[in-house]
């Protein structure tokens, strides 16, 4: 069974770093990609960013390029979202998706249950 828990949401102040692990398991992880995607209370989903099967690709939305940093370990089968200079508009439910394929056109079949991430004063 595919499983994508998400951790280490919480209140936290704007600016500064946190990261954001996803500890897949259930399937191959070195053989997919994965992304992170987005739900802003009261708002659609937001697809944030992607890396490829073996973390040596990764592509971002223009709402978080140069903020917010996405890798895997595939020797401990996890996923990272590292937020830097985190802003309110951040404020969201943050999703680990697995995809279909190594890389190549988007195809989600897996999602976690997200952890939210609230940015306060």
């Known amino acids: 069974e595919v499983q994508l828990p998400e951790s280490g949401g919480g209140l936290v102040q704007p600016g500064g770093s946190l990261r954001l692990p996803c500890a897949a398991s259930g399937f191959i992880f070195s053989n997919y990609a994965m992304s992170w995607v987005r739900q802003a209370p009261g708002k659609g989903l937001e697809w944030v960013s992607r890396?490829?099967?073996?973390?040596?690709?990764?592509t971002y939305a223009d709402s978080v390029k140069g903020r917010f940093s996405i890798s895997r370990d595939t020797a401990k089968n996890t996923l990272y979202l590292q937020m830097n200079s985190r802003k309110a508009e951040d404020t969201a439910v943050y999703y680990c998706?697995?995809?279909?394929?190594?890389?190549?056109?988007?195809?989600?079949?897996?999602w976690g249950k997200g952890t939210l991430v609230t940015v306060s004063s």
């Open positions: 890396i490829n099967n073996l973390g040596e690709s990764t």
């Open positions: 998706v697995k995809d279909r394929t190594p890389w190549g056109p988007l195809y989600f079949d897996y």
